[in-house]
């Protein structure tokens, strides 16, 4: 993970700060007080819960309410995530992935941070030990006693959870067991007093099976007797039935007899008048066929006859028809002749179009032709423009530089009237040789003066010792001084005349005291006149150059001068050519827009005739069209009109058979009158008498019938009195009597049956709750054993727990211990490895091959302990956080200048390739290091570098 | 007749992880970089050739259209050429955003601005009070919904929109795919995965650079894969996948990328590979790939033959040498992490073996015992350890 910006509003000393971090080596600089450690805090406080030095109430801006804090950082799977945190008199914490809220409340945002940064355990335990290594800690936490060592350690390890779970939860569910197990073994007892019963229970179950099958046996008996006289009086219920039966059968059969002798009677009846009809038919058949034919002949010639009608009203029709057609033709043979006139005049009229277009055309040609010639004339102008153009820019180009290489020549040579400064320079030369002396007076007076002052001084100063006799020099008595008297105003003529010294060196020094800053002014004066002359001798080569310069840019202008005439073709002033080619391109343009205004003029008119053609080529097209239409219906009116008297003439001839149909039709109407009667006789008799064999059958089947019906009367009655003496009504009645005896003492015995079945069950069941107690009695027997083995083993697992715990810290102390030592190598370049051992007490040992031996942490020097510490340091991080992130808070108080650079230098090796490290720090031994830079000052304003 | 089958018969495209503006690493201004770069765009034009053929009916991208959440001017401008490609077609371009082009701010999101520009339809969760809300888009009665990248978050986020579903009729879209791998973040396990089984008919998944299909047996979880091999080392199936909503059933379909050669060779002691060129048959443009195995003292110029290779007609050689006389040590792993030794303590423990526990299972009931005991719920604790001696004294008849 690595935090990319933080805000913090009314925390600690912060009323407002906002800040960005960078991945790598980030430092925070700033003097006491301005809030350094503050940040690590917030950071604490809002991503891992924890790292506060006091309470959270606390650490809200003096007089304020409620603080705020907001980090962003980047998680593990490349995305940002924003924690917030407000405390005070309003609290919340909340984590948002983007703009998603993801999390809300302390303890869901701490373990989502704690997931989503692939940490373990209690982090904020994690920060507080491993990833921040606080002021001064970095040794220290190595050093102490090994009670306090092993403590620290222990916490930061965080294992002592397995000895924890093995002292607290672990001990209560071996107790928890042991409790069950006596539960069960209670339970046990009980089930024991029950089971006593079961023998009992046995015993009755077999009783019970004894008389159960007693009792089915003697059901058995009287179900089988019951059986018996049921059959029997089946049998004669079956007779007594029969007998019935056939009284009813005979019944029948006498009102059949009766029905069929009055059929036979009917059908008697009924033949006798079918023989009389067909007497009546035989008679009159001969007069009934001969009139059937006649009818027949009649319809024929009647059928004929209304044809006939029907021909002589179509030929009225048709000649009607054919006045009407002949009218028809007669008006569309002048309808055709008008058209033919109509074509010859538009035939005439296009003729006359043509003519007029073909002279229209030879016009424009003529015309066009013209115009390509006016268009080359203006191209060819316009391309002259073009040429004259280009050149004369190039023209005016040269004119604006012979311009500018006569303003630079006329700047050049107003410098000639300058003084010649090398004279001025052997003047000046001569004035600070002059000048340099006096300086070298006036040091000299200068000298003699403080020598003066100074003598006068010290007589002053030791005037007193001197007055004693004491030599200020040897600091002893002096003959010399002593023996002299009057010393006092020896002194005074000293003092006086060395004061009458320095008044007249002061006048020689009034002389020449402002010798140095005349010299100054004169060198001055000679740098000036020495610049003059380098720039003089510049301005002559530049001279030189434009005066080259200028001959060949005039040598260019005319040369362009007389390209410019060549292109007009005549010699002329620049500003002339220029406006006699404008000129030229005006009138080439008028002359060609004339003639093409003459050419549109023409095609216009080419067009219109054009349009007329097309109109005349349309109209004869049409009307071509119309005179074939008219021809057609001329030539088809005509057929139809000679069909029509075709058929006219077939129809005459037909007609004139009419008269000798009637005549025939009437001969026909008398015959049929004269057979009339004897037709009608026919056929009113001549069904009744197609009855007559019909009627015949059904007399003998009549008779027939009666003969069988009184033969099967006859069977009947035997059979009837057969069965009436069969039947014994007594045995029938005593029968029944025994039934109902039997039948009661059978339900008696099911009864008793069913009792003793119900018995039998009851004892069944509570024998098989008796088996149930037994197996459930196993069954808590193979729980207590079972309860046995787990107590056994969670004994072992306590045990196991403990062992893990000191074992995995062990590994934690072995691993750390050999990455520690790796990085240990590699940075101090010596052999010695780091060795920790269960005390977390650190040493160093030398390789074999130097003796190995082992130096105490107490017995390194102030850097080695840094080093090792450093290196046991990242490799904690390394292995316990998971988070790739570390923190150093104040990391080189008291440290001196050399260890704080082997920090520096070490910082970098060991937690440069972490995704973030932040150090706060007053001491800019990092600077260098860092990927980035915050500076803090005291009254909390922030500026970064 | 029921909603359900009232509904269109209807296709929908699927790819995921393009990558467009993608350069390899290293010298910006070689052939090499600049052919990779067009590759990427080749592959997805490829993509969209193939949609318009088919007339398909809806195109998702499932993440990772751009390689970096900060593009260049040219790679914004071809992207928007080759999606309005589709936009003149009718085709709807329904995308989500990924681990690269995922913006940590609304207003610098380049998918945003094509979204605003009208080139394709970007879904993302959004925060509406208390919930996190889901929008979808309907296409035909189906509606389709985007989870973006949720990173960590992906199996809570899915069991979140699982929640919002009613009906089958929907299609998600998230850039993730099933996974226990720790070494790569933001993927989710199967058993979060299967949330989605009974509301989905088409869940559409990314990240992976693979193509996968969950699960094995009837799946609806599918992964195309990216378009380009984003590591030349990638050597499995990428593509794209095709969804028939009449027939349930999607079929993929391979990208077109750039071909790669792949060759294994062996050298025995004292040799070198001199003749390696002689023996291989280089492709001109071709990635070639090789990788060198061999033990003791033998002798591989790497850059030389990669040089050789490149001159051979090669686009671009990476030759790989492994040793196999060589297990991997301790320091190796240059910081095993607490968690590790935490496990090798507890694995390779004699006295939880002499109990008959040993393995994950005792590493998973020592991790419950611990948060239980932190947490300070003894009765789940006293659940899990009761079942965990169970299963070592064995079953209670």
């Given amino acids: 993970m690595r935090i990319t910006s933080i805000d913090l509003e009314n925390f600690r000393s912060h009323s407002r700060y906002s800040g960005t971090f960078e991945k790598g080596i980030n430092l925070i600089l700033g003097r006491n007080g301005s809030g350094k450690s503050s940040i690590i805090e917030a950071i604490g406080l809002a991503l891992f819960g924890g790292g506060l030095r006091d309470r959270q109430e606390d650490a809200v801006r003096w007089n304020e309410r409620r603080a705020r804090i907001k980090v962003a950082f980047l998680a593990d799977d490349g995305l940002e995530y924003v924690v917030e945190k407000v405390f005070g008199n309003a609290s919340n914490h909340e984590l948002y992935q983007g703009e998603l809220l993801v999390a809300r409340g302390r303890e869901s945002v701490i373990e989502k941070i704690r997931i989503i940064c692939g940490l373990q355990g209690d982090i904020s335990r994690t920060f507080e030990n491993v990833i921040v290594a606080s002021q001064n800690k970095i040794a220290d936490q190595f050093l102490g006693s090994p009670a306090v060592r092993r403590d620290y350690f222990n916490r930061v390890f965080q294992v002592d959870l397995y000895r924890k779970i093995s002292t607290d939860f672990m001990r209560s569910y071996v107790s928890d067991l042991r409790n069950e197990d006596e539960f069960l073994r209670r339970?046990?007892?009980?089930?024991?007093?029950?089971?006593?019963?079961?023998?009992?229970?046995?015993?009755?179950?077999?009783?019970?099976?004894?008389?159960?099958?007693?009792?089915?046996?003697?059901?058995?008996?009287?179900?089988?007797?019951?059986?018996?006289?049921?059959?029997?009086?089946?049998?004669l219920e079956q007779v007594s039935r029969e007998i019935a039966s056939r009284k009813s059968s005979l019944e029948r059969e006498l009102v059949s007899l009766k029905d069929a002798s009055g059929n036979l009677k009917n059908n008697l009846k009924q033949r006798e008048r079918a023989v009389r009809a067909k007497e009546i038919v035989d008679e009159s058949r001969e007069a009934h066929d001969l009139y059937e034919k006649l009818l027949k002949e009649e319809n024929i010639l009647n059928t004929e006859k209304r044809r006939l009608e029907g021909l002589a009203e179509e030929s009225s029709r048709i000649g009607r028809k054919?006045?009407?057609?002949?009218?028809?033709?007669?008006?569309?043979?002048?309808?055709?002749?008008?058209?033919?006139?109509?074509?010859?005049?538009?035939?005439?009229?296009?003729?006359?179009?043509?003519?007029?277009?073909?002279?229209?055309?030879?016009?424009?040609?003529?015309?066009?032709?013209?115009?390509?010639?006016?268009?080359?004339?203006?191209?060819?102008?316009v391309s002259k423009k073009k040429a004259f153009k280009v050149i004369y820019e190039q023209y005016r180009e040269n004119e604006r530089r012979i311009n500018s290489i006569d303003d630079q020549y006329a700047s050049v040579r107003n410098l000639e009237s300058v003084e010649e400064p090398n004279l001025c320079l052997q003047k000046i030369d001569e004035e600070i040789e002059k000048t340099n002396r006096e300086v070298m007076i006036l040091e000299k007076l200068n000298e003699a003066k403080t020598t003066k002052s100074a003598q006068k001084k010290a007589l002053e100063e030791y005037e007193d010792s001197l007055a004693e006799g004491i030599c200020p020099l040897l600091n002893e008595k002096c003959r010399n001084i002593e023996n002299r008297e009057d010393y006092g105003g020896y002194i005074a003529g000293l003092i006086k005349g060395l004061e009458e010294g320095e008044r007249e060196l002061l006048k020689e020094i009034k002389k020449v005291g402002d010798s140095p800053s005349r010299l100054n002014e004169l060198l001055g004066e000679k740098t000036l006149i020495l610049k003059a002359i380098e720039e003089r001798a510049k301005k002559e080569s530049e001279k030189s150059r434009i005066e080259e310069?200028?001959?060949?840019?005039?040598?260019?202008?005319?040369?362009?001068?007389?390209?410019?005439?060549?292109i007009l073709g005549v010699p002329a002033e620049?500003?002339?050519?220029?406006?006699?080619?404008?000129?030229?391109?005006?009138?080439?343009?008028?002359?060609?827009?004339?003639?093409?205004?003459?050419?549109?003029?023409?095609?216009?008119?080419?067009?219109?005739?054009?349009?007329?053609?097309?109109?005349?080529?349309?109209?004869?097209?049409?009307?071509?069209?119309?005179?074939?239409?008219?021809?057609k219906a001329i030539a088809s009116r005509r057929t139809e009109t000679a069909d029509l008297r075709s058929s006219?003439?077939?129809?005459?001839?037909?007609?004139?058979?009419?008269?000798?149909?009637?005549?025939?039709?009437?001969?026909?109407?008398?015959?049929?009158?004269?057979?009339?009667?004897?037709?009608?006789?026919?056929?009113?008799?001549?069904?009744?008498?197609?009855?007559?064999?019909?009627?015949?059958?059904?007399?003998?089947?009549?008779?027939?019938?009666?003969?069988?019906?009184?033969?099967?009367?006859?069977?009947?009655?035997?059979?009837?009195?057969?069965?009436?003496?069969?039947?014994?009504s007594e045995r029938f009645e005593q029968l029944g009597i025994e039934e109902k005896a039997v039948e009661e003492k059978?339900?008696?015995?099911?009864?008793?049956?069913?009792?003793?079945?119900?018995?039998?069950?009851?004892?069944?069941?509570?024998?098989?709750?008796?088996?149930?107690?037994?197996?459930?009695k196993k069954t808590r027997q193979k729980t207590i054993e079972k309860i046995g083995k787990k107590v056994e083993l969670a004994e072992k697992i306590r045990e196991n727990l403990n062992l893990t715990g000191e074992r995995i810290t062990a590994g934690f102390r072995d691993a750390i211990e050999r990455k520690a030592t790796l990085d240990y190598m590699r940075i101090s370049g010596m052999e010695e490895t780091i060795r920790w051992n269960e005390d977390y007490e650190v040493s160093v040992k030398a390789p074999e091959y130097e003796g190995g031996s082992i130096r105490s942490f107490s017995n390194l020097s102030g850097g080695e302990q840094v080093l090792v510490s450093l290196c046991l340091r990242a490799a904690m991080t390394g292995i316990l956080s998971g988070a790739r992130f570390a923190v150093f808070d104040e990391p080189t108080s008291n440290l001196d200048k050399e260890r704080k650079e082997l920090l520096a230098h070490s910082l970098r090796e060991l937690f440069g390739e972490l995704d973030q490290s932040i150090i706060v720090t007053h001491d800019d031994v990092f600077s260098e290091m860092a990927q980035k830079v915050i500076r803090l000052e005291p009254p909390n304003e922030l500026e970064t570098q | 007749?029921?909603?359900?089958?009232?509904?269109?018969?209807?296709?929908?495209?699927?790819?995921?992880?393009?990558?467009?503006?993608?350069?390899?690493?290293?010298?910006?201004?070689?052939?090499?970089?600049?052919?990779?770069?067009?590759?990427?765009?080749?592959?997805?034009?490829?993509?969209?050739?193939?949609?318009?053929?088919?007339?398909?009916?809806?195109?998702?991208?499932?993440?990772d259209l751009f390689d970096k959440r900060e593009i260049n001017p040219d790679t914004l401008a071809r992207t928007q050429s080759i999606l309005s490609r589709l936009r003149d077609c009718g085709i709807r371009v329904i995308a989500i955003e990924g681990n690269h082009d995922k913006s940590f701010n609304v207003n610098e999101s380049w998918l945003r601005f094509l979204h605003e520009t009208a080139y394709l339809e970007l879904l993302s969760p959004v925060q509406g009070g208390n919930d996190i809300i889901f929008p979808y888009v309907e296409i035909s009665g189906f509606k389709v919904y985007g989870?973006?990248?949720?990173?960590?978050?992906?199996?809570?986020?899915?069991?979140?929109?699982?929640?919002?579903?009613?009906?089958?009729?929907?299609?998600?879209?998230?850039?993730?795919?099933?996974?226990?791998?720790?070494?790569?973040?933001?993927?989710?396990?199967?058993?979060?995965?299967?949330?989605?089984?009974?509301?989905?008919?088409?869940?559409?998944?990314?990240?992976?650079?693979?193509?996968?299909?969950f699960p094995a047996n009837d799946p609806f979880f599918f992964v195309p894969g990216s378009l380009e091999y984003w590591d030349v080392w990638e050597n499995d199936r990428k593509g794209f996948y095709v969804f028939n909503t009449e027939k349930e059933a999607a079929d993929f379909h391979n990208s077109r990328r750039r071909e790669r050669q792949e060759f294994s060779v062996h050298v025995n002691e004292g040799e070198g590979l001199s003749d390696f060129i002689e023996d291989h048959e280089i492709h001109h443009g071709a990635i070639v790939l090789v990788t060198v195995s061999g033990s003791g003292d033998f002798n591989v110029d790497q850059g030389g033959l990669e040089r050789e290779i490149e001159s051979g007609g090669a686009l671009k050689a990476f030759v790989k040498v492994r040793r196999t006389d060589r297990d991997i040590t301790l320091d190796d792993y240059k910081s095993m992490s607490a968690r590790d030794i935490e496990r090798e303590v507890i694995m390779s423990s004699k006295e939880w073996k002499e109990i008959g526990a040993k393995g994950e299972e005792l590493v998973a009931i020592i991790e419950k015992m611990k948060h239980f005991q932190e947490e300070g719920r003894y009765d789940l604790f006293k659940d899990s350890v009761d079942s965990f001696l169970e299963s070592i004294t064995g079953d209670v008849s």
């Avoid at chain 1, 339970?187 to 079961?198: F, G, H």
């Avoid at chain 1, 404008?582 to 067009?607: C, G, H, M, P, W």
């Fill in chain 1, 187 to 235: 339970e046990i007892a009980i089930l024991d007093s029950q089971l006593e019963r079961k023998e009992e229970v046995k015993e009755r179950v077999a009783q019970l099976l004894k008389d159960l099958s007693l009792t089915k046996k003697e059901l058995d008996t009287l179900r089988d007797t019951l059986t018996k006289i049921r059959s029997e009086k089946t049998s």
């Fill in chain 1, 322 to 381: 054919i006045s009407e057609f002949e009218i028809e033709i007669t008006r569309l043979t002048e309808s055709l002749s008008n058209k033919n006139n109509r074509l010859r005049e538009i035939d005439d009229r296009f003729e006359e179009q043509k003519i007029e277009r073909s002279g229209l055309m030879k016009e424009k040609e003529a015309a066009e032709l013209e115009s390509g010639k006016k268009r080359r004339a203006y191209e060819l102008s």
């Fill in chain 1, 746 to 776: 059978y339900n008696l015995k099911r009864d008793e049956t069913v009792s003793i079945d119900r018995d039998l069950l009851s004892a069944k069941t509570d024998l098989e709750n008796l088996s149930d107690i037994e197996k459930q």
């Fill in chain 2, 1 to 63: 007749m029921n909603s359900e089958s009232e509904l269109a018969d209807l296709k929908f495209l699927h790819c995921s992880d393009i990558h467009l503006g993608r350069r390899p690493i290293g010298s910006p201004n070689s052939p090499y970089s600049s052919t990779r770069y067009e590759d990427y765009f080749d592959a997805f034009e490829f993509v969209v050739d193939w949609a318009l053929a088919h007339k398909i009916d809806a195109f998702f991208v499932t993440g």
């Fill in chain 1, 574 to 631: 620049v500003e002339q050519m220029s406006e006699e080619i404008e000129k030229e391109i005006r009138e080439a343009s008028t002359e060609l827009e004339l003639q093409n205004k003459q050419v549109s003029s023409l095609a216009d008119q080419i067009k219109r005739i054009d349009s007329q053609i097309e109109e005349l080529i349309i109209g004869r097209k049409k009307l071509d069209e119309e005179k074939k239409e008219t021809e």
């Fill in chain 1, 549 to 566: 310069e200028k001959s060949k840019l005039m040598k260019t202008h005319k040369n362009l001068i007389l390209e410019l005439s060549s």
């Fill in chain 2, 147 to 213: 989870l973006g990248y949720p990173g960590f978050l992906a199996a809570e986020m899915i069991s979140k929109v699982a929640s919002v579903l009613s009906g089958r009729n929907n299609i998600v879209l998230v850039h993730t795919a099933p996974g226990n791998d720790s070494f790569i973040p933001g993927l989710v396990t199967p058993e979060a995965l299967n949330v989605l089984r009974s509301k989905v008919v088409y869940a559409g998944g990314g990240h992976l650079h693979s193509q996968f299909a």
């Fill in chain 1, 648 to 728: 006219l003439e077939e129809y005459a001839k037909e007609l004139d058979k009419l008269p000798e149909f009637n005549t025939r039709i009437e001969e026909t109407r008398r015959a049929m009158a004269l057979n009339k009667a004897g037709y009608e006789n026919y056929n009113r008799f001549a069904t009744l008498a197609g009855y007559l064999e019909e009627y015949a059958s059904l007399c003998q089947s009549s008779l027939e019938k009666c003969r069988n019906t009184s033969l099967s009367i006859s069977r009947i009655r035997k059979e009837y009195s057969l069965l009436q003496r069969a039947f014994d």
